[in-house]
Nanobody, 119 residues
Framework: QVQLVESGGGLVQPGGSLRLSCAAS????????MGWYRQAPGKQRELVAS???????NYADSVKGRFTISGDNAKNTVYLQMHSLKAEDTAVYLC?????????????WGQGTQVTVSS
């Protein structure tokens, strides 16, 4: 079994900052990538940022320059530092873990943490 424990969400004013963390534990073999998705009410889930085990990062255009993803391989943990938050960043943020079995990739999801940007 694989567990993903997220933390760091909350209520913040526009222009503020938050840092999300996601720690993976359990039967973790080979991590291919970790990342963050978000889903706002009535909208589809979208990729926010991801980082591969080799350190390659990918960002949604809407967060480039404001969000930074980083990882700690020793702790199987991924972080999302969010600055200059906007109301449109309000969503449930879900941690994603991609494991490689050598044959296929398996996706795991956290339960999500709410980020609300409001004055």
């Amino acid at each position: 079994q694989v567990q993903l424990v997220e933390s760091g969400g909350g209520l913040v004013q526009p222009g503020g900052s938050l840092r999300l963390s996601c720690a993976a534990s359990g039967s973790i073999s080979s991590i291919s990538a970790m990342g963050w998705y978000r889903q706002a009410p009535g909208k589809q889930r979208e990729l926010v940022a991801s980082i591969t085990s080799g350190g390659r990062m990918n960002y949604a255009d809407s967060v480039k320059g404001r969000f930074t993803i980083s990882g700690d391989n020793a702790k199987n943990t991924v972080y999302l530092q969010m600055h200059s938050l906007k109301a449109e960043d309000t969503a449930v943020y879900l941690c994603n873990l991609v494991l490689s079995t050598g044959i296929r990739y398996i996706n795991y999801w956290g339960q999500g943490t709410q980020v609300t940007v409001s004055s």
